[in-house]
C-alpha cells in the first residue's frame, strides 16, 4: 500500500490525536494531490464497480424498465443493489409499498457508512456533507477511512471526491451500456462474482489486530447464519455483533 | 415482461421515492455531525471496528446468497474461491491481484 505523502507541509502539525478525527483545514494544493491519490486507490476497484453497473443496467433492462426511467434511478439512487433488489420485487407483481421497504431496507448498510464516516468530516461545512453523502459506497468509504487513519494531514474531501467520482462515472456508463446492450452482454453470471473478490480485497486492509479480525469473524459468521433474515437485516445484526465483540476484546487487551 | 406491463408513474414514483430515501439514508449522520468537533475516544475507537464488520458482514452474506441460488458443485466452488481470494489478498494486499486470482480460481475450478 504506497503511502501519499502530502506536497504541501505549510499548514502547522497540530499533533494532537484529538484532531485526527475532527481535522485540519488543509491548503488548497493538497486538494489536488490527495484527489489523484484517492483516484490512485480506487482505481483497481473500478472494473468491479463497472460489472456492478452493467448487472443493473442489464437487469432493469430485462425487467423492461425504459432507459429514461432506469437511468433517473441509477442517478438518484446510485446503489445497484437497492435497484436490483427492487428488480427483483417488480418482477413478482409486488405492492408498491413492499418494493419500497424492502429496497430501502437493503440500503441501511449506507446508514452505517454515514455514522462511520462522517465524524472525519465534522469540520466541513454542512453543505459539502450534503454533497459527499450522495457519493458514499462501500469502497468510497473503507478506502477513504484507511487513508484518514494512516494520514491525518490528508485533505478528506479531496481523497474522498479522488475515489468517489471515477467510481460514479464508471458506474453509471456501466448502467447505461448494460440498458442499451442487454441481453447481449457475455457470461454476466460469472462476472457478478467480482464484488465479493473486491470486498474480500478491501477487508483485509482493516483487518489489524487480534480484536478487528474477531469482529470480522464474529461479523461473517453472524451474517452466514441471519442470511435467511429477510431484507437484509442480518448485515444490521452482523455488524453490531461484530462491533460490540470488537470493542470488548479491545477494552480488554488494553486493559482499561 | 414487457414495458407495457409497468405503468410509467409507477416506475417514476419509485424513482423518486428510492433516490430521495437512499439519499436520506446515506446523509443520515453526515448531516447532524454538527458542532460536535470531536468524537468521544470510546465512541471513537468503537467506529473502528465497523469496517471490518460491514466488510466481513457484506462478503459472508453474498456468499451465501448465491450458495442459494447456485446448485451442487458451483457452492463449493464459490467458497473455495473466495477463500483462495483471501488467503491471496492477505498476503498481497492488492485488490488487482485478488480480483484476478478469484476469478480464475472459480474458472477453473468450474471447468474441472
Not at chain 1, 451500456?177 to 473486491?198: E, H, I, K, M
Not at chain 2, 468521544?40 to 468503537?46: L, R, T
Not at chain 2, 460491514?54 to 473466495?82: M, P, R
Request: proline share 6%; with cysteine.
Amino acid at each position: 500500500m504506497p503511502t501519499q505523502s502530502n506536497a504541501s507541509s505549510d499548514e502547522p502539525s497540530t499533533g494532537a490525536n484529538r484532531e485526527v478525527h475532527a481535522g485540519t483545514r488543509q491548503a488548497p494544493d493538497s486538494f489536488r494531490s490527495d484527489f489523484v491519490a484517492g483516484t490512485r486507490a480506487i482505481a483497481p476497484v473500478l472494473p468491479a464497480a463497472a460489472v456492478v453497473g452493467l448487472v443493473t443496467g442489464v437487469a432493469a433492462d430485462a425487467v423492461g424498465l425504459s432507459p429514461m426511467p432506469a437511468m433517473a434511478m441509477s442517478v438518484t439512487v446510485y446503489a445497484p443493489t437497492v435497484m436490483l433488489t427492487a428488480f427483483a420485487l417488480i418482477n413478482s407483481a409486488t405492492p408498491i409499498v413492499v418494493i419500497l421497504v424492502a429496497s430501502l431496507i437493503v440500503a441501511v448498510r449506507f446508514v452505517m457508512l454515514s455514522a462511520s464516516i462522517t465524524s472525519y468530516f465534522s469540520r466541513l461545512p454542512r453543505r459539502w456533507r450534503w454533497i459527499l453523502a450522495y457519493f458514499l459506497w462501500t469502497p468510497v468509504y473503507a478506502l477513504s477511512v484507511e487513508r484518514f487513519d494512516t494520514d491525518p494531514t490528508t485533505n478528506r474531501r479531496g481523497y474522498y471526491l479522488g475515489t468517489a467520482l471515477p467510481l460514479w462515472i464508471v458506474v453509471q456508463a456501466a448502467v447505461l451500456v448494460g440498458l442499451r446492450f442487454g441481453a447481449a452482454v457475455p457470461a454476466r453470471s460469472q462476472l457478478q462474482f467480482v464484488v465479493p473478490l473486491a470486498f474480500i480485497a478491501l477487508l483485509v486492509r482493516f483487518l489489524t489486530d487480534r480484536p478487528k479480525k474477531l469482529a470480522a469473524v464474529v461479523a461473517g459468521g453472524i451474517a452466514l447464519i441471519s442470511s435467511g433474515l429477510p431484507l437484509n437485516l442480518g448485515i444490521l445484526l452482523a455488524v453490531l455483533g461484530g462491533t460490540t465483540v470488537g470493542i470488548v476484546l479491545d477494552g480488554q487487551e488494553v486493559g482499561a | 415482461m414487457t414495458p407495457s406491463d409497468i405503468g410509467s408513474s409507477f416506475v417514476w414514483l419509485l424513482v423518486f421515492v428510492l433516490g430521495i430515501g437512499t439519499y436520506g439514508l446515506r446523509l443520515s449522520f453526515m448531516h447532524f455531525q454538527d458542532s460536535l468537533s470531536e468524537v468521544p475516544p470510546p465512541i471513537e475507537h468503537g467506529l473502528a471496528f465497523i469496517p471490518a464488520a460491514i466488510l466481513a458482514a457484506l462478503v459472508c452474506a453474498e456468499l451465501f446468497t448465491l450458495e442459494s441460488l447456485v446448485t451442487g458443485t458451483a457452492i463449493n466452488t464459490q467458497v473455495i474461491a473466495e477463500g483462495l481470494a483471501f488467503i491471496v489478498a492477505w498476503w498481497t494486499k492488492s485488490i488487482p491481484i485478488t480480483i484476478g486470482v478469484g476469478l480464475v480460481a472459480r474458472s477453473v475450478l468450474l471447468w474441472w
